[in-house]
């Protein structure tokens, strides 16, 4: 598996959701478009479009374009999007539907997850395997957590235990403000936060602005590959 397939599988859609014990924020999330620069091992191999947009009744839709451009990923035409659909319910984001689909010359995956929160169930679809489980409350999938913990953060948030809708069961993850540090990426020089998640043993670490910023201007996971995201541009209609 190449270096930027590993990142479409262990960082699609990035890992984070924050604020006390549930990732509530008082402010409903403004639409934006934000472009992020990928790495491996310091190199670049992709980018990244991530945008976010109201779509009437108090719903939104959530994306996530990654593309290989340089080295071996642009070489195998390596890409993933991600797409969800969730609510806006009681101060915080809501998961309706999640769609995510990883394609190289090699490999090609597709989950299809749907939440009826009427009949309290979540089904997934993943390469014409079913799974079938009951939502938890307030549950997210993978896709919109960097933007939930940028809402709690923006409200004072510093850690949250998550509910998050992953292929075969609902997933509680553990986030914390671990303490402030200088970064430098493409958009600017930050002084930012840094978040850890605490519930696993993954290097996983992530930096917030949060009064600038819903999401994150830098994120970096190892595991299979030394992966990094860096804030390109944001911008709102």
Same mark, same amino acid.
């Given at each position: 598996?190449?270096?930027?397939?590993?990142?479409?599988?262990?960082?699609?859609?990035?890992?984070?959701?924050?604020?006390?014990?549930?990732?509530?924020? /008082?402010?409903?999330?403004?639409?934006?478009?934000?472009?992020?620069?990928?790495?491996?091992?310091?190199?670049?191999?992709?980018?990244?479009?991530?945008?976010?947009?109201?779509?009437?009744?108090?719903?939104?839709?959530?994306?996530?374009?990654?593309?290989?451009?340089?080295?071996?990923?642009?070489?195998?035409?390596?890409?993933?999007?991600?797409?969800?659909?969730?609510?806006?319910?009681?101060?915080?984001?809501? *998961?309706?539907?999640?769609?995510?689909?990883?394609?190289?010359?090699?490999?090609?995956?597709?989950?299809?997850?749907?939440?009826?929160?009427?009949?309290?169930?979540?089904?997934?679809?993943?390469?014409?395997?079913?799974?079938?489980?009951?939502? *938890?409350?307030?549950?997210?999938?993978?896709?919109?957590?960097?933007? *939930?913990?940028?809402? /709690?953060?923006?409200?004072?948030?510093?850690?949250?235990?998550?509910?998050?809708?992953?292929?075969?069961?609902?997933?509680?993850?553990?986030?914390?403000?671990?303490?402030?540090?200088?970064?430098?990426?493409?958009?600017?020089?930050?002084?930012?936060?840094?978040?850890?998640?605490?519930?696993?043993?993954? *290097?996983?670490?992530?930096?917030?602005?949060?009064?600038?910023?819903?999401?994150?201007?830098?994120?970096?996971?190892?595991?299979?590959?030394?992966?990094?995201?860096?804030?390109?541009?944001?911008?709102?209609?």
């Amino acid at each position: 598996m190449s270096t930027f397939q590993r990142h479409l599988t262990l960082a699609a859609g990035f890992a984070l959701a924050f604020a006390g014990t549930a990732a509530h924020a /008082a402010t409903p999330p403004q639409a934006f478009t934000a472009t992020y620069q990928v790495l491996s091992d310091g190199n670049p191999i992709g980018q990244a479009t991530i945008s976010l947009k109201p779509v009437g009744n108090g719903d939104y839709a959530y994306s996530n374009e990654m593309k290989g451009t340089s080295g071996f990923a642009a070489m195998i035409g390596a890409s993933s999007s991600e797409a969800s659909r969730f609510r806006w319910s009681h101060d915080a984001a809501e *998961a309706l539907t999640y769609d995510y689909r990883m394609d190289t010359a090699f490999k090609q995956i597709h989950r299809h997850m749907q939440v009826d929160w009427n009949r309290h169930t979540v089904q997934v679809t993943e390469n014409r395997r079913h799974f079938r489980y009951a939502p *938890a409350p307030g549950m997210v999938d993978r896709n919109i957590l960097p933007l *939930a913990i940028g809402l /709690a953060l923006q409200d004072g948030g510093r850690s949250v235990s998550l509910p998050v809708g992953v292929r075969q069961r609902v997933e509680r993850q553990t986030y914390q403000v671990k303490g402030n540090a200088a970064v430098q990426v493409p958009a600017g020089h930050f002084q930012a936060e840094r978040v850890e998640r605490s519930d696993s043993s993954n *290097a996983f670490a992530a930096w917030y602005v949060p009064s600038k910023y819903p999401m994150p201007v830098k994120l970096a996971q190892k595991g299979g590959g030394d992966l990094t995201l860096q804030l390109v541009s944001f911008r709102r209609p």
